[in-house]
């Protein structure tokens, strides 16, 4: 099984539509994060989750609503998007919260694929 | 203040020659972790190699190495006997850990070319 594998790979969407993204990790992690990364710009933060709770989210606008039922999955949905949201958006998993005693055990992020998501 | 700079947006570098990426970060966290990153045309960002601040040797990883100068919070990442495959988006990213937060920070990446 890859580490961690995203749904679908590739999006595109009207304005008024709703969509989902989907994450899965099958490592065993119970840290979950969506990133965005658009043409030209670094990868930016959008949620975070642990243990099923989102612990950080930022400033990101509603029209994207992520859900996280439990540590192995993380959804995206998207609502009424701008085609300023085009973009790369990329699910990762850590290990944090998981105290190891090894720091690159736990803080390393492995990222999924990505969706390519086009808005029209 | 951008936290991570990376001041290459492309590198060339021959097959089989060493490559060295430039990333210096700037963060006032006594305690923080370094990560690089590679990212094919495919998308998906594959870990390469960690640091974290209070290790004193460089981190190494098969052929990558990280040149970790913590006065200077630089963490350079070094490439030896580059490959075609190894043609790719580089990025490096900082994780600060004083704020408790988990999220990593990304610079702006590399773009690394391989050419035969």
């Known amino acids: 099984e890859t580490g961690v594998t995203q749904t679908p790979r590739h999006l595109v969407m009207g304005m008024t539509n709703k969509k989902s993204l989907k994450c899965e990790q099958h490592?065993?992690?119970?840290?979950m994060y969506w990133y965005k990364q658009s043409a030209k710009k670094p990868l930016e933060l959008m949620f975070v989750?642990?243990?099923?709770?989102?612990?950080e989210n930022n400033s990101v606008p509603s029209r994207f609503s992520p859900e996280c039922p439990n540590s192995s999955h993380l959804f995206l949905h998207l609502h009424t998007l701008q085609p300023e949201d085009s973009a790369l958006y990329l699910c990762?998993?850590?290990?944090?919260?998981?105290?190891?005693?090894?720091?690159?055990?736990?803080?390393?992020?492995?990222f999924g694929p990505g969706t390519r998501l086009l808005v029209l | 203040a951008q936290k991570i700079t990376q001041t290459q947006p492309g590198m060339f570098v021959q097959e089989k020659e060493a490559v060295t990426l430039d990333c210096t970060y700037d963060?006032?966290?006594?305690?923080?972790?370094l990560f690089w990153y590679k990212q094919p045309s495919s998308g998906e960002m594959i870990f390469l190699i960690y640091q974290g601040s209070y290790d004193e040797q460089n981190a190494t990883e098969g052929r990558y190495s990280l040149n970790f100068q913590k006065a200077r919070k630089s963490a350079n990442l070094v490439i030896s006997a580059s490959q075609l495959g190894d043609s790719a988006m580089y990025f490096c990213?900082?994780?600060?850990?004083?704020?408790?937060?988990?999220?990593?920070?990304f610079g702006s990446g590399t773009r690394l070319q391989v050419q035969p």
């Open positions: 963060t006032s966290d006594q305690s923080y972790g």
């Open positions: 990213a900082m994780r600060e850990r004083d704020t408790g937060r988990r999220a990593l920070t």
């Open positions: 990762a998993s850590s290990q944090d919260g998981i105290r190891t005693g090894k720091l690159a055990e736990q803080e390393t992020q492995y």
């Open positions: 490592l065993g992690h119970n840290a």
């Open positions: 989750y642990n243990f099923k709770e989102q612990t």
